[in-house]
């Protein structure tokens, strides 16, 4: 049934399935590394001495994230994915093109643990390849802020799709409102047919939004830790038992 599906069981990251980069043509792929360990699982952290992964333009936000395809331009060009985070980028380090894992349509499952902290955000999200600069939709599994976890029994949980540059698209992400501990594992997963996308937590049926991006997206699994006053006590350490796909739905 599943036709990708990785438990981090070994000792080292499979990067036949994964690069572990946050969108490196915007930065490098030295600044945007993720930082992890594998084995019984996956833990993507944010420590204490973690630089900003791109600061030129997007200031003090680090990440680890890991990602199943990357796409850009030559150095210098506005050509590459989620250029829209800033209108300013430009490639900065030219990235062969990857295509590790890209499906169009089926299911996408996750089991993993959020974390509480106000200035930490973790989530599972797939990008259009941008190959076309209109093949940059989202399809957003599962985001959760830790500011906004409401307590041991509730907590907002973002899915939906973001447009971008997408004109087939419209805007349709929100937060719902679930009654679960974000911190203990959940089970989340969007399935992707060419009329809408249904998202569900633990099996139970959260919403379906009426459209669908229509071409191949890409997984990007990650952690972000936003500036602010708030101490912190490093590592941010997201857990996540496994990620798979499917063609089934």
Known sequence: MWEFEDRFEGPELDERRW??????????????????????????LIEEDQEP????????????????????????????????????????????????????????????RAIDHPRAMVALWMIGFEDEPERSGEICVVEIFGRDVLGPDRARVGMGIHRFGDPALREEWAQEELAIDVREPHVYA????PEHVAFSVDGEHV???????????????????FPGEE???????????YVRGSRDV
């Open 19 to 44: 690069l572990p980069y946050y969108l490196p043509q915007w930065s490098s792929r030295e600044r945007a590394a993720a930082r992890y360990e594998v084995g019984g699982g996956l833990r993507l």
């Open 53 to 112: 992964w791109c600061p030129e333009w997007d200031g003090e936000l680090r990440v680890s994230s890991l990602q199943t395809g990357v796409f850009g331009g030559p150095v210098g060009s506005h050509a590459g994915q989620q250029s829209a985070f800033h209108a300013d980028a430009v490639v900065r380090e030219a990235q062969p093109e990857t295509r590790l894992y890209l499906p169009q349509y089926g299911r996408i499952e996750t089991r993993l």
């Open 190 to 193: 969007a399935d992707w047919t």
């Open 207 to 225: 919403k379906t939004v009426g459209q669908s991006p229509a071409y191949p997206m890409q997984l990007m699994l990650g952690v972000y830790e």
């Open 231 to 241: 101490p912190v006590d490093y590592p941010h350490v997201f857990a996540v038992d």
